[in-house]
């Protein structure tokens, strides 16, 4: 590649961020610059996956093949202009950014390898796992929910935990005290990423029945006297409420992990700590209000201000150089949030464990 085709695609990205997640165009230039490509490149690489999970034309036979073929084009010159063209006509309910991703997709896979190899290869790890993982679940989506919590925590590992694991590998080769407790580390990133995804399939819970999809456990809900009936007005259920309330809890939970993972970042590093703290913040004030009101029908309803984004992000960015004041905000943010029962130390912990977190 010439140096100025080098500047093309690092454009197009910077673009498609701004486009397909303005919280990510934010985020992303708080980091260290040798960390900013990889992260925006893993993300527009893991919403490539977004978009065909999401693609309602597609059957689960035809999504795992669009998705085995996002990740075998990592490493095949050319190959994205292909994948582009056969995926383009079936999102038809995509975003306009989306799809100019998709068209866009060889520019994505070639700013990939012009990545340091050390770099690629969490980043590989992570979307390899994201494609399987969305492509078994293709097959067990139903308006009805998940069969248990098990299997939604699996999901959210698939989908989220295992974005934690990427960034903690990256920010591993950045930051020596990450890797030197690079194993804790990466179980808390575990925690930290189940802890926004679960947080955003309750705040989507509306937008994803629209869709016939509901990414629910129905053992949760059951247990409550809530059958998760596709047809039937849940959000006036109090048994549905219940079951919402005990998911914020136990979501909350997950963000105390992401709290303890932040303070494992050395207070110097206040970029990777604003990155971190941003989506604590962010994700705490969504789950209150999804506490106070589990009966909303709208995510609209419980959709953060733009006067309470700019407070997260001007006392994170404050609280973010000590660990007492970072702690001190997070109580903050969470108070009116019932306190979790203790929190396991490996997040993915069931009776009915993955081994991917096992690996590497």
Not at 40 to 58: F, M, P, Q, V
Request: charged share 25%; aromatic share 8%.
């Amino acid at each position: 590649m010439t140096a100025e085709e080098r500047t093309r695609d690092a454009a197009f990205q910077e673009r498609m961020l701004d486009g397909v997640s303005r919280t990510f165009a934010l985020t992303i230039p708080q980091l260290p610059a040798p960390l900013r490509p990889a992260i925006g490149n893993a993300y527009l690489l893991c919403r490539l996956a977004d978009t065909i999970e999401d693609a309602a034309s597609l059957d689960p036979d035809a999504k795992r093949e669009h998705l085995q073929e996002l990740v075998a084009a990592l490493e095949t010159p050319g190959a994205g202009d292909t994948f582009g063209a056969r995926l383009a006509p079936a999102i038809t309910d995509a975003s306009d950014a989306e799809r100019e991703l998709v068209a866009g997709a060889e520019r994505v896979f070639r700013v990939f390898r012009e990545l340091p190899g050390e770099q690629r290869m969490p980043v590989q790890r992570c979307l390899a796992i994201m494609a399987d993982g969305m492509a078994r679940f293709a097959y067990h989506k139903s308006p009805a929910g998940l069969q248990d919590l098990p299997a939604f925590r699996e999901y959210c590992y698939c989908v989220a935990g295992v974005v934690g694991e990427m960034l903690t590998d990256l920010f591993a080769l950045q930051v020596p005290a990450i890797a030197d407790d690079q194993d804790a580390m990466r179980r808390r990133a575990v925690a930290f990423g189940l802890g926004l995804q679960m947080t955003n399939i309750l705040k989507d819970v509306w937008d994803d029945r629209q869709r016939g999809v509901c990414w629910l456990p129905r053992d949760v809900f059951n247990r409550h006297g809530c059958a998760l009936d596709p047809d039937a007005a849940w959000h006036d259920s109090e048994a549905f409420q219940a079951g919402m309330r005990e998911l914020t809890v136990m979501a909350h939970g997950h963000l105390r992990e992401a709290l303890r993972y932040t303070r494992g970042i050395p207070p110097r590093h206040r970029g990777i700590r604003r990155f971190c703290a941003w989506a604590i913040g962010m994700a705490l004030y969504t789950l209150k209000a999804i506490h106070r009101r589990p009966g909303f029908t709208n995510a609209q309803q419980i959709k953060l201000s733009r006067a309470r984004l700019r407070g997260v992000i001007v006392g994170c960015n404050l609280t973010v150089i000590d660990d007492r004041l970072l702690t001190a905000a997070f109580r903050w943010a969470a108070n009116g949030l019932p306190a979790p029962p203790r929190h396991r130390s490996d997040p993915m912990a069931s009776d009915e464990d993955t081994p991917w977190t096992r690996t590497r």
